[in-house]
């Protein structure tokens, strides 16, 4: 494998990366189960592509995020959160930036050895920044927080700083909390200048030199832990629980990244480890062997992705209600604003016990035209005893076994499917694609944007500035040209990812592959014979080329495929062999494909019918 490719968002202006905890708190809706899950007291680990939410959630366990955030559940969460965070960003300084300057030429053990330090350092500062949010926050404004602030003297601060400052080798400036942090900064500038300086000197006496500053040997776990120790005791409350949020450990060095993954065996009751990471990573291997930490047991891991796209809705309604009420809007439901979805017809009859089969309904016009042009469709709907006319007559069972489950693909088709040539030869002729009406409604909108947030901070937001300025349903054309410029988006940022096809010298897009796959469920379904659950996902099988094993963890991290994991089976992934996925549902206008998981197929058979050297797609045309 080689190095681990960080992956851009197509949103990256609503990074929660560049907000200050009380500006996350702002507008954090938590989402239903993962903050849940998240504030338990144990080991965590957080997982999901970019834009998922990880960096957000982590910075809302902080303290001045908890006390800004003005949410119904607020003081639920406040009250069930008996630890206080530690959030410590990533930062490419641990390891990445000392081999910039060093230019690699310093010797592995070396580089890190002040890796590691860089590390111990950032942790540190963190460290300082949770206390100083303890002993500076008022108790009496947030009373469900008041069990987390302390108040200190200021002889306390000095003789509190002095202890940590001999621990930890520094000479800090000023005995305050903020002195501290300065000179742990300051000791980051002297990490790079050795980290320079050593490039320079003859490597026969570099050990003997390095052996020299005794803060480069400090780990951060000891360090942290006496401090803590000390904190606790000052602040006569023994027994108080902390919690490190380390968050992207995609772009950590390796060594830093499998310490994390060893912490999560930690059984000290009093300190907890929090972790974010992306869904892909070679370094993964590390919690699969026999003395790895067990989720479920040493950890509880958190998904940030919905295979099901039902999964997701609650979310997406409550990220909606907040927006809305954000810009002023109250009083209107997610279909006064964006309408009913094509796809969820039967759904809605369900929960509704108003039948969308009667005759002169759309979707019962839509199976009439379908059938109308489709001998296959009729050659089913006879097999199965299905009078289109007498639909809305069926009783539940009935309709869940035979219609309903096809619905979606009977709309894709419907769409996208030409008439029949002479006595009823197909023509093999489709539509063209356009602006995709068919991906417009309340509930394909939330399954395109998958209950990412980032994603649905960027399309909704400017969908409600059109709703506020016309005050009426937002027409589905409109609807449908911005899923087409954020589908676009996110086509030509995956074109930026390199993905190196087997056999060839070049290096080609990684959206060649997903067009490939794309291209292939969606001739099969509206060209092939009509079967009302045709494959939408694919198993990666044994057959599948390590470059392309490659390219789709970059997919999978950046969101462009989803694993549909087994029962209790891994969400952070070493390999994915034998692993299960669909593509986003964001890829879905473009191809033409129905917003369901669909049956699976092997990889390798969608990839041999359809040759990587011809992709047959071109972007959306948004002036449609």
């Known amino acids: 494998m080689t190095q681990q490719l960080s992956v851009p968002s197509i949103f990256e202006s609503f990074n929660a990366r560049n907000l200050s905890p009380a500006q996350v708190a702002e507008r954090f809706i938590p989402p239903p189960r993962h903050f849940d899950d998240l504030i338990l007291r144990r080991h965590s680990l957080v997982i999901g592509p970019r834009g998922s939410g990880k960096t957000t959630l982590l910075k809302m366990l902080q303290l001045p995020a908890l006390a800004a955030w003005q949410h119904p559940e607020g003081d639920r969460y406040r009250t069930n959160i008996d630890f206080t965070a530690i959030f410590v960003a990533a930062d490419v300084s641990w390891g990445a930036q000392l081999n910039a300057l060093g230019r690699n030429k310093l010797p592995q053990h070396a580089t890190e050895l002040l890796g590691l330090s860089a590390f111990t350092s950032h942790v540190l500062i963190a460290l300082v920044d949770a206390i100083n949010d303890c002993v500076s926050g008022d108790a009496t404004l947030v009373p469900t927080l008041a069990s987390k602030y302390v ?36 000791r980051l500038s002297t990490i790079a200048q050795i980290a320079f300086r050593e490039t320079l000197l003859p490597q026969d006496s570099l050990d003997e030199r390095l052996s020299a500053h005794g803060f480069l ?10 401090a803590i120790d000390v904190f606790n005791n000052l602040a006569k409350q023994p027994e108080r629980r902390w919690a490190f949020l380390f968050d992207e450990l995609e772009i950590a060095p390796k060594q830093i990244r499998r310490r994390l993954f060893s912490a999560l065996r930690s059984t000290d009751q009093w300190l907890l480890f929090k972790l974010s ?23 509880q891991p958190i998904e940030l992705w919905y295979p099901r796209k039902e999964e997701g809705y609650q979310f997406s309604e409550a990220l909606l209600r907040a927006m809305l009420m954000d810009a002023d809007v109250e009083g209107v439901s997610s279909e006064q604003v964006f309408g009913t979805s094509i796809f969820d017809a039967g759904d809605l009859e ?11 309904t759309s979707l019962h016009r839509r199976f009439l035209s379908l059938a109308e042009k489709d001998p296959s469709f009729a050659e089913y709907l006879k097999k199965n005893n299905v009078d289109i006319n007498k639909m809305h ?13 096809g619905t979606s693909v009977v709309a894709v ?32 909108l939330f399954a395109v944007i998958e209950g990412n947030p980032r994603w649905f901070i960027g399309i909704i937001g400017s969908l409600i500035r059109d709703y506020k300025r016309y005050h009426h349903r937002i027409p589905r054309s409109t609807q449908a040209r911005t899923i087409t410029t954020a589908t676009n988006r996110f086509r030509a940022l995956l074109r930026t990812i390199p993905y190196h096809q087997p056999g060839s010298p070049s290096s080609r897009g990684l959206l060649s592959l997903l067009d490939s796959v794309g291209e292939f469920l969606h001739t099969n379904l509206v060209q092939g014979p009509f079967n009302p659950d045709p494959p939408l996902s694919f198993v990666v099988d044994s057959r599948t080329s390590n470059e392309t094993l490659e ?17 209790g089976g891994e969400a952070l992934l070493s390999s994915l ?13 473009g191809y033409g494909l129905p917003l369901n998981l669909g049956r699976p197929m092997a990889l390798s058979h969608i990839l041999e019918r359809v040759p990587l050297q011809q992709p047959q797609l071109s972007l959306l045309r948004e002036d449609d």
């Open 551 to 567: 390219a789709l963890g970059r997919a999978l991290n950046a969101g462009a495929i989803i694993l549909a994991p087994d029962p």
């Open 577 to 589: 062999r034998g692993k299960r996925f669909r593509l986003s549902y964001m890829l879905a206008p």
């Open 350 to 360: 369900r929960e509704t016990d108003v039948s969308a089969y009667r005759p002169g």
């Open 277 to 299: 990471i992306s869904p892909y990573h070679e370094d993964a291997s590390v919690l699969e062997t026999g003395i790895s930490a067990m989720p479920g047991q040493d950890y």
């Open 151 to 186: 108040s200190i003297s200021k002889l306390d601060e000095v003789a509190l700083c002095e202890q940590l400052a001999r621990s930890w080798l520094l000479e800090p400036p000023v005995k305050t909390l903020q002195g501290l942090k300065l000179a742990l900064r300051e």
């Open 413 to 444: 088709r419907e769409n996208y499917r030409s008439s029949e040539g002479l006595a009823g030869a197909p023509t093999r002729r489709e539509r063209s694609r356009k602006a995709p009406i068919l991906y417009t409604g309340t509930r394909a």
């Open 393 to 405: 007559l069926l009783n539940e069972s009935q309709r869940a076994g035979q219609i309903r489950k």
């Open 217 to 226: 040997y400090l780990g951060f776990l000891e360090c942290a832990t006496l």
